[in-house]
C-alpha cells in the first residue's frame, strides 16, 4: 500500500540577490538552503506535526509538498505521484488531494465572498458537480463536516461577522469540500483564541481519525503537538533534528534541541516553573549554516567531533529504556 | 498607599451611529513594588484598554471614569495633562508589538535616549552613558546602540524596547503581549529578563497577555478579564489549584500542558457585544453551571480568602433576595 | 464581534462590497458636493442643444457685446451668445475628456494588471514602455501629431489618452501587486484556480474601486489637457470646445478690447468640472484607504466622564 505522503530528502532553496560588484567578481548565486533534506511520511489517519522556531523551514517544507514553491532536490510522493516532476498544468487536478488550512483566519478568506461562494469555489474550480443544487449539497455536507451547524446560519455571512474560529472552520470547510486525503496545516489555531484553539484542533483530530485523511500540522507549540499529534518532527535550519511518536519525543526526547525547547515550555502549574536550558544567541540564519553538526555553537553539550561531522537522523546509539524503535534523532551523542 | 491603584475603572469607546462600546467596566486593581501581576484575558476582554488607560493613552474616541492613581494621587482628573507629567517617569509600557514599531531611520540608541530628552531627565553625554547602562542591563552590548533597528533581531528589538521603557527610571513596567510574535527560546529570555528586572529594580510589574501559562512562568498574582470586568484574582497559585470562576476553571482546562494527559477543553460561545448592555452575570451564556441568580443579577467582585476575590453567584451563594 | 481595544485608528472595517464603500463616499459632504457639479455639468452637456438660448453658429449680437439681460454672458467676436457658447463647449470638452479617460483607463489598467499580476520579465517590460511614455513631452507629441495628420478631435483623444494612462498603470500595478500577496490569492492558487478566475474574481474587486478613483482624477486631468492644447491652437479649429471658445477669443483681441466675457466664463466652466472631479474623486480615495484618514492624530485627547450613583466597591 503506498503510504499517503512520502517525502524523500527534499531541498528548496531561495536565491538571494546578487549585487552589481558580485556580478562583476563572476561570484556564484548564492542560495538560502531553506529546506536542506528532509524526509518524512504521512499515512491515512495520522497527524504529524512538525515543531521548530522561524527559520527552520517548516512553512517551506509545506509550500513544497503542496507544490507552490519549486524545488531543488528530493522528491515528495503524494499517493505515489512525485509532485515535484510536474508542471503546473500537471499538477492542477492533482491539487483536490492535497489542501491547506493557513495561519490567519483574517487573511486567508476573500471578505468580498459569502461562506457559500468561499466554500463553493473550489467545487466550480475542479469543474465538480454538474448542477447549483448539487453544489450546494456538497458545501452543505462539507461545513456540517467542519461542524458550523446548522449551514444555513452561515452560508450568507461574510468573513466580518464571523469570528476568528468561525473563520477557520470556513477555511476548513473550504479544504473539506474536494475530499482531500491530505490536508497541511500551517498554525491553524496560533491566532485564535485560546479558549477557542482546543475546538478548531480537536475537530482536525476528528477528521483525522475517520481514516481518510491524513494531516500535517506545523505548530511551534509542543503542547499542542504533544496532545494531538500521533508523531512529532523536530526542524532545525532546515532538517529534521528528531523525529518519532509523539509521546516518546516528549518523555524521552534525544536531541539537546529537544530536549531545551522541551524545558523552556510554560507550564500553566505555576509550582512547574521550568528552570530550562535557555539556549543563548538568536535563532539562527539559513543563510548561515554552520559546519558539521548544525546545532553545535548553540548545544550546551556539544563536543569536538560535532564541530566536524554532520549527523543524520537514525535511532539512538544509547537509547533510553523504553524507546519507540521509530523513534530517530540526528545528534552523535545520541 | 499602594504604588498604583486602580479603582472602579470604566472605558467607553464611541461607536458610529452614537452607540458606545463599554470596553471596561469597573475595573480595580493594585500593585505594589516588587509586584508581579498577570492580567489575563482573551480578545474583547478590555485588558489592553485597561492597560493603556493606566498610561492615559486612550483616543479620542475614549472616554473613561475612575480613579488611576500613582503613589495616592489620582491621575485622571487633570485628563492627559494629569498623566503625561508621569508616564513614563513613573509608569512605562512595552507595547504590543513594540518591536516593529521603532523608527527606521534613527538609530537604536538615539531612540532609546529620545524619552529621556523629553523629560529632561537626561541629555548629551549623560543620555549616552545612561542608553548604554540601559543596554546592557537588558543584554544588549552597549556598542549597539550606533545600530539601527532593523539590524537588530526580533528578539533584540524586543530587548531595546524594554530599555526604551526603562529609559526614565519608571516604578512600574506594563508589558503588553510581550512575547507574542516571538520564537519560543527568543520568549524564554524576555520572561527571564523581566523578571530579572524586576527584582534587581524592584519594579512592579503588569503583565497583560493571554496566555495563562507565560503568567504562570513570570507572576505571582493574576487577574482574570472577561467582557470588561475582573471575574476572578488572587495568587496564581491558588488560582490553579483551585480556580472559583467557572471561566478561569474552563481558561485553564482550555491551556494545553506538556505533560499533562487531560484532554484539552475549549469554551463554546462567544464573549457578549459589550455596545449594549450585559444583564445579569457577562459569562453566564458559555457557563456550564449557571443557575438562576446568574440570569438577572450581576454578580460582584467578593472576596474569597486571603487576597483572593472571585465573581460568581454559585461561589458566594446567591445573595440574599433584598 | 471583538471590541475596539486598539489604539491604532487604521483598523478598518472590512467592506463586503462596493454598496457599502459607496455609501460610505456619499456620506461626505464634500464627495456630495463634488459629484453634483459633475452631474449637472454632464446634464448640461446632454442637454446641451435644448438648453443653449441661441444657436452657436449664427450671430445673435453685436461683436463683444457685453453680457445684458438677452445674453447672459455677452457675446463674442463673432457676434455669438458666449452663454450657449459655453454650454456647447461643454458637451464636446466633457466628451473628449470622458473618451481619453477611456483610453486612458483601458491602456493602464491592462498594462498595470499585467504587470502586478505577472511580475519577473513581464513587469520590466511593461514597466520600461511606461517610463518612456512617461518623458515623451505632451506638446511636441501633439504638435507632431496635427502637423503630420492634421488637427482633429480624434487626435486630441488619442494623444491625451497615451499621455495619461501611465498614471493610471501605476496605481492599478501597486495595488495588483499588494492584492497578489494576499493569504486568499494563495490560497486560490493552492486550490488550484486559474490565472483567469484569481484575477476576475479575486483581484479586480479589490483594484475596482481604487481604479474608479483613479478614473475620476484622470477625467480632470483630460478636460484639462483638452482645453490646454485647443488655447494653444492644436485642436480641431471648427469644434467648438471651451478651450476653442477661449483660444479664438484671446486670438481676436478680446483682452484688448476689454471683453472679458468671452474668456472668463469658459475658463470657469473648465475649472468647476476639474474641482469637482478632485471633490468626488479624493472622496473615493479617502474612503478606500484608511491609512489616509488622520482621527488618531486629532489634537483632541480622551475625555473624562464621572460616574453617577456608585457606591464605593469592594475590594
Redesign the interface.
Known amino acids: 500500500m503506498t503510504e499517503l505522503l512520502s517525502v524523500e530528502d527534499l531541498r528548496t532553496t531561495y536565491p538571494t540577490r546578487r549585487t552589481f560588484t558580485d556580478r562583476l567578481a563572476r561570484r556564484p548565486r548564492e542560495v538560502v538552503r531553506a529546506v536542506d533534506g528532509v524526509s518524512l511520511s504521512v499515512a491515512k489517519g495520522e497527524m504529524l506535526a512538525i515543531v521548530g522556531e522561524s527559520g527552520c523551514g517548516k512553512t517551506t517544507t509545506l509550500q513544497s509538498i503542496l507544490g507552490m514553491v519549486p524545488t531543488a532536490g528530493g522528491s515528495v510522493l503524494i499517493n505515489g505521484t512525485d509532485v515535484t516532476r510536474l508542471s503546473s498544468r500537471q499538477m492542477r487536478p492533482l491539487r483536490r488531494h492535497v489542501q491547506m488550512i493557513y495561519q490567519d483566519p483574517y487573511e486567508s478568506l476573500d471578505v468580498r465572498f459569502k461562506v457559500r461562494q468561499t466554500v463553493e469555489e473550489p467545487l466550480l474550480v475542479h469543474k465538480i458537480g454538474a448542477s447549483k443544487a448539487e453544489r450546494a449539497q456538497l458545501v452543505r455536507a462539507a461545513m456540517v463536516r467542519a461542524e458550523l451547524t446548522p449551514p444555513e446560519a452561515y452560508l450568507e455571512r461574510f468573513p466580518h461577522q464571523l469570528s476568528g474560529g468561525q473563520r477557520q472552520r470556513v477555511a476548513i470547510a473550504a479544504s473539506l469540500v474536494l475530499e482531500p486525503e491530505l490536508l497541511l496545516a500551517d498554525e491553524p489555531v496560533s491566532m485564535l483564541d485560546v479558549s477557542v484553539r482546543a475546538g478548531v484542533l480537536s475537530l482536525l483530530d476528528r477528521l483525522r481519525r475517520g481514516g481518510s485523511m491524513g494531516i500535517v500540522m506545523i505548530t511551534h507549540d509542543l503542547s499542542t503537538a504533544a496532545h494531538f499529534a500521533d508523531r512529532i518532527a523536530v526542524m532545525y535550519l532546515g532538517r529534521i533534528v528528531e523525529q518519532g511518536p509523539a509521546r516518546d519525543v516528549i518523555h524521552r526526547p534525544q536531541h539537546p534541541y529537544t530536549k531545551a525547547l522541551l524545558s523552556i515550555v510554560p507550564r500553566p502549574d505555576p509550582r512547574e516553573r521550568s528552570t530550562g536550558t535557555i539556549l543563548k544567541g538568536e535563532t539562527p540564519n539559513p543563510r548561515n549554516i554552520p559546519a558539521g553538526c548544525r546545532f553545535h555553537p548553540r548545544c550546551p553539550v556539544a563536543e569536538d567531533r560535532c564541530r566536524s561531522t554532520d549527523p543524520t537522523l537514525a535511532p539512538p546509539a544509547h537509547p533510553v529504556e523504553g524507546t519507540d524503535p521509530e523513534h530517530l534523532s540526528a545528534c552523535l551523542l545520541a | 498607599m499602594s504604588l498604583l491603584e486602580i479603582r472602579d475603572l470604566h472605558v467607553w469607546f464611541d461607536l458610529p451611529g452614537g452607540r458606545e462600546l463599554h470596553a471596561v467596566q469597573g475595573v480595580d486593581l493594585t500593585l505594589e513594588p516588587g509586584q508581579r501581576l498577570g492580567l489575563v484575558g482573551e480578545s474583547g476582554s478590555g485588558k489592553t484598554t485597561t492597560a493603556l488607560t493606566i498610561m492615559g493613552l486612550l483616543p479620542s474616541s475614549a472616554s473613561a471614569a475612575g480613579r488611576v492613581a500613582v503613589r495616592g494621587e489620582d491621575l485622571m482628573p487633570g485628563g492627559e495633562n494629569g498623566f503625561r507629567p508621569h508616564r513614563w517617569t513613573d509608569v512605562a509600557m512595552v507595547f504590543q508589538g513594540a518591536m516593529n514599531a521603532f523608527n527606521p531611520v534613527r538609530t537604536v540608541g538615539w531612540q532609546i535616549a529620545e524619552p529621556m530628552q523629553a523629560h529632561g531627565t537626561a541629555s548629551g553625554a549623560a543620555a549616552r552613558a545612561r542608553v548604554g547602562e540601559l543596554l546592557e542591563l537588558v543584554g544588549i552590548p552597549a556598542a549597539a546602540a550606533a545600530r539601527f533597528p532593523h539590524e537588530f533581531s526580533g528578539g533584540m528589538r524586543q530587548r531595546a524596547a524594554i530599555a526604551m521603557a526603562l529609559a526614565c527610571d519608571p516604578k512600574v513596567l506594563l508589558a503588553d503581549e510581550p512575547t507574542t510574535a516571538l520564537d519560543v527560546m527568543v520568549q524564554a529570555q524576555i520572561l527571564e529578563l523581566l523578571g530579572h528586572l524586576c527584582d534587581e529594580l524592584g519594579l512592579a510589574l503588569l503583565l497583560v497577555t493571554h496566555d495563562l501559562a507565560v503568567v504562570a512562568q513570570t507572576c505571582e498574582d493574576v487577574a482574570v478579564m472577561y467582557a470588561g470586568e475582573i471575574v476572578e484574582r488572587g495568587p496564581i497559585d491558588e488560582l490553579y489549584h483551585s480556580p472559583a470562576h467557572p471561566y478561569t476553571r474552563a481558561l485553564f482546562a482550555a491551556t494545553p500542558d506538556l505533560y499533562g494527559d487531560e484532554a484539552v477543553g475549549s469554551i463554546p460561545g462567544a464573549p457578549p457585544d459589550l455596545s449594549s448592555p450585559v444583564i445579569g452575570c457577562a459569562y453566564r451564556p458559555r457557563c456550564p453551571v449557571a443557575f438562576e441568580p446568574c440570569v438577572e443579577q450581576r454578580p460582584d467582585l467578593l472576596a474569597l480568602s486571603g487576597t483572593r476575590v472571585a465573581a460568581c453567584h454559585l461561589v458566594h451563594g446567591s445573595r440574599a433576595q433584598a | 464581534?471583538?471590541?475596539?481595544?486598539?489604539?491604532d485608528?487604521a483598523e478598518v472595517?472590512?467592506?463586503?462590497?462596493l454598496w457599502t464603500a459607496i455609501r460610505g463616499v456619499l456620506r461626505e459632504r464634500t464627495a456630495m458636493v463634488g459629484l453634483a457639479i459633475l452631474v449637472l455639468f454632464v446634464l448640461m452637456a446632454i442637454f446641451a442643444p435644448l438648453l443653449s438660448p441661441y444657436d452657436v453658429h449664427q450671430a445673435s449680437c453685436g461683436v463683444f457685446e457685453p453680457p445684458s439681460s438677452k445674453h447672459w454672458l455677452g457675446c463674442d467676436d463673432g457676434g455669438i451668445d458666449m452663454l450657449s457658447l459655453v454650454i456647447t463647449g461643454g458637451r464636446i470638452s466633457m466628451i473628449v475628456g470622458f473618451a481619453a479617460t477611456l483610453v486612458a483607463m483601458t491602456i493602464g489598467g491592462g498594462i498595470g494588471l499585467m504587470s502586478g499580476y505577472f511580475g519577473g520579465w513581464v513587469d520590466t517590460v511593461l514597466m520600461r514602455i511606461t517610463d518612456y511614455f512617461l518623458v515623451i513631452p505632451d506638446l511636441v507629441l501633439m504638435i507632431v501629431i496635427s502637423a503630420v495628420w492634421g488637427p482633429s478631435l480624434s487626435h486630441v483623444v488619442i494623444v491625451i489618452g497615451i499621455l495619461l494612462w501611465t498614471g493610471t498603470a501605476r496605481v492599478v500595478r501597486a495595488q495588483v501587486k499588494s492584492v497578489r500577496e494576499?493569504?486568499?490569492v494563495?490560497?486560490?492558487?493552492?486550490?488550484?484556480?486559474?490565472h483567469w478566475?484569481i484575477i476576475v474574481?479575486?483581484v479586480l474587486?479589490?483594484v475596482g474601486p481604487l481604479l474608479i478613483a483613479n478614473t475620476v482624477l484622470t477625467i480632470a486631468v483630460a478636460v484639462f489637457d483638452e482645453t490646454a492644447l485647443a488655447f494653444l491652437g492644436l485642436s480641431d479649429p471648427t469644434a467648438t470646445t471651451w478651450g476653442t471658445v477661449m483660444e479664438h477669443a484671446f486670438d481676436r483681441t478680446a483682452v484688448s478690447a476689454g471683453a472679458w466675457w468671452a474668456i472668463v466664463p469658459a475658463g470657469i466652466a473648465v475649472a468647476l468640472v476639474i474641482m469637482g472631479c478632485y471633490l468626488f474623486g479624493q472622496s473615493i480615495e479617502d474612503a478606500l484607504n484608511p491609512r489616509l484618514k488622520v482621527?488618531?492624530l486629532?489634537p483632541?485627547?480622551?475625555?473624562?466622564?464621572?460616574?453617577v450613583g456608585?457606591g464605593p466597591?469592594?475590594?
Open positions: 464581534m471583538s471590541a475596539i481595544s486598539q489604539v485608528v472595517e472590512v467592506q463586503e462590497g494576499r493569504v486568499y494563495k490560497r486560490a492558487q493552492a486550490i488550484g484556480a486559474g478566475r474574481r479575486h474587486p479589490q482621527a488618531h486629532s483632541r485627547s480622551w475625555r473624562l466622564r464621572t460616574l456608585r466597591d469592594a475590594l
